[in-house]
T-cell receptor, first 110, second 116 residues
Framework: QQPVQSPQAVILREGEDAVINCSSS?????VHWYRQKHGEAPVFLMI?????EQKGHDKISASFNEKKQQSSLYLTASQLSYSGTYFC???????????FGTGTQLKVEL | DAGVIQSPRHEVTEMGQEVTLRCKPI?????LFWYRQTMMRGLELLIY????????DSGMPEDRFSAKMPNASFSTLKIQPSEPRDSAVYFC??????????????FGEGSRLTVL
């Protein structure tokens, strides 16, 4: 079953912060985050492998709450280049079957 | 660098015609995936291969869809006969082989299919 993301869409002014949430109905082994710009392929942002793990690069970070079967992506001091659709991808068992979430459209404006 | 080449980039065809989409990994990989993306259903996994062997094809919509991976450098996704509801962007993706494998998916640029 597809993970559910919230919000579905968000509009920010440059410099504002945002949080994107990803919830699964199944136990999670790992969570991936990807960003897709219009007309392009999804691009990997980061992977979280353990419950409680937090990661970040630049001003984008993420956390993984294994018990709650949730992950959150944090974007701080947003830039125009952050615009796109963000997807979480979850692994819920052995193997490589990565299931993507419903997506969150993010638009950053001046 | 890991990468995938897909062809064709765009295809417009009529209902009932056979469609073949191609994927060529240009680097070593462990697994190869076919995803379909539509506005309504998002990114759906159709099938994936490990070491050229199909592992999970539970996402393949119906018998009209088939996928093959005859060798490590090539995979095809075939739709026969095609229907308008098959219109979508089809992505091929790989995970990189070796010690650098973090599970990251490297996507091709996609094949946009329109069935009239």
């Amino acid at each position: 079953q597809q993970p559910v993301q919230s919000p579905q869409a968000v509009i920010l002014r440059e410099g504002e912060d945002a949080v994107i949430n990803c919830s699964s109905s199944k136990a999670l082994y790992s969570v991936h985050w990807y960003r897709q710009k219009h007309g392009e392929a999804p691009v990997f942002l980061m992977i979280l492998l353990k419950g409680g793990e937090q990661k970040g690069h630049d001003k984008i970070s993420a956390s993984f709450n294994e018990k709650k079967q949730q992950s959150s992506l944090y974007l701080t001091a947003s830039q125009l280049s952050y615009s796109g659709t963000y997807f979480c991808g979850t692994l819920t068992g052995g193997g490589n079957k990565l299931t993507f979430g419903t997506g969150t459209q993010l638009k950053v404006e001046l | 660098d890991a990468g995938v080449i897909q062809s064709p980039r765009h295809e417009v065809t009529e209902m009932g015609q056979e469609v073949t989409l191609r994927c060529k990994p240009i680097s070593g990989h462990n697994s190869l995936f076919w995803y379909r993306q539509t506005m309504m259903r998002g990114l759906e996994l159709l099938i994936y291969f490990n070491n050229n062997v199909p592992i999970d094809d539970s996402g393949m919509p119906e018998d009209r869809f088939s996928a093959k991976m005859p060798n490590a450098s090539f995979s095809t996704l075939k739709i026969q006969p095609s229907e308008p509801r098959d219109s979508a962007v089809y992505f091929c993706a790989i995970t990189q082989e070796g010690g650098g494998n973090t599970g990251e998916l490297f996507f091709g640029e996609g094949s946009r299919l329109t069935v009239l």
